[in-house]
């Protein structure tokens, strides 16, 4: 595969968008074809990983490619967007990092005389001993970063509805017995759940159309009447976002992303759950590759701070199951409200804590 580092440079971000999982592969399989890839493997037995999640997330969210970017992009995509955007569930996945991007950054100032590749191979050099307490810092990306490496550190499956389930029972028989459930101090540990308006500005109607033209077709093939409110429901909130992302990529595109962001809060590609639909064949029905559908899915659950288990996009149906539809915090603790006296749960449905009263 031949590699052109400048091949996105000229290009608007939606003649970009269908070449950048292209972009992305051709730069990982140069690398690792070359003097510097292959030295990393002999210590290392893959390669890539950072590599793309740097590319793609430069790209998507900043529009920054290899031949523009500089000190203060790199350090931007590693101190923020890096540790906002991504959650290890092993902590030890940050110790690859570093390494790895640095042979890369060696690889492209050698191969391609990048003149400000040297200031960025001392910056990734001088941040190695710190980017791994930056990455898995529990502040750093909010109340599910923080609730996922909890649950990690107490050997919890938290990639599984039943290891969060789990945990969640742990934290709270650990937890209820310290408080004396005082109803004065009931406090949110996710945000109101919030009514699911489908309004959208004048000036995107006609995209907002064509995004929902396809989902709506998909949901009445694969899915049901509540998934299809839920897509259109996000789509809506994607449009009214100022200014709107809808506004850059192709319908095609955007309604394979969130159809799919909306698919893993509800657990669509778990075989046991009805109905059910595999990421391939949501990919396909859309007809875009994994890497767009998946990149456009990332885009809507960051930008609508979207998570399994996400109280504001689970499918009614599925409330009753969701642990974090109930997780409250009371005198500081995290407590299921359902396990909760009567005084606090109506004060934390008072509050739009929780979807209704157990």
């Not at 107490?154 to 945990?167: C, K, N, P, V």
């Not at 009371?330 to 006296?341: I, K, Q």
Request: net charge negative; with cysteine.
């Amino acid at each position: 595969m031949t590699f052109h580092l400048t091949q996105l440079d000229s290009l608007t971000y939606d003649q970009a968008e269908p070449l950048l999982e292209t972009y992305i592969e051709g730069a990982i399989e140069t690398f690792a074809h070359s003097p510097e890839g292959q030295a990393y493997l002999e210590t290392n037995e893959t390669l890539g990983s950072w590599i793309g999640s740097f590319l793609e997330l430069a790209y998507l969210y900043e529009e920054y490619t290899l031949s523009m970017m500089a000190f203060p992009h790199v350090q931007e995509i590693m101190e923020s967007l890096f540790p906002r955007k991504i959650t290890l569930l092993d902590p030890s996945q940050a110790d690859d990092a570093i390494p790895e991007l640095l042979c890369f950054w060696q690889f492209l100032k050698r191969q391609y005389k990048l003149k400000k590749a040297d200031s960025i191979i001392k910056y990734l050099a001088s941040i190695e001993s710190t980017f791994p307490s930056l990455m898995n810092d529990p502040h750093s990306g909010g109340f599910l970063k923080n609730l996922l490496l909890q649950g990690h550190e107490l050997g919890f499956d938290m990639t599984s509805e039943e290891g969060l389930q789990a945990f969640q029972e742990h934290f709270n028989a650990q937890q209820i017995s310290d408080s004396d459930h005082d109803d004065s101090d009931v406090s949110s540990s996710t945000s109101t759940i919030p009514q699911k308006s489908e309004s959208v500005p004048k000036a995107m109607q006609a995209k907002y159309d064509q995004i929902i033209t396809l989902t709506n077709e998909f949901a009445s093939q694969y899915l049901n009447d509540e998934y299809a409110q839920l897509i259109r429901a996000a789509t809506a909130a994607l449009a009214r976002k100022r200014p709107s992302p809808l506004s850059r990529g192709q319908a095609k595109s955007w309604a394979c992303g969130i159809t799919h962001a909306i698919g893993m809060v509800n657990f669509l590609y778990d075989s046991s759950q009805s109905p059910h639909v595999s990421a391939g064949n949501l990919y396909n029905a859309f007809g875009v590759s994994s890497s767009t559908g998946q990149s456009k899915s990332k885009q809507t659950r960051d930008l609508l701070d979207m998570f399994q288990f996400d109280p504001n996009w689970t499918l009614p149906s599925l409330i009753d199951r969701n642990p974090m539809a109930w997780m409250i915090s009371v005198d500081g603790l995290m407590v299921d409200a359902r396990t909760m006296p009567r005084p606090i749960q109506e004060a934390a449905y008072a509050k739009g804590l929780i979807p209704y009263l157990p």
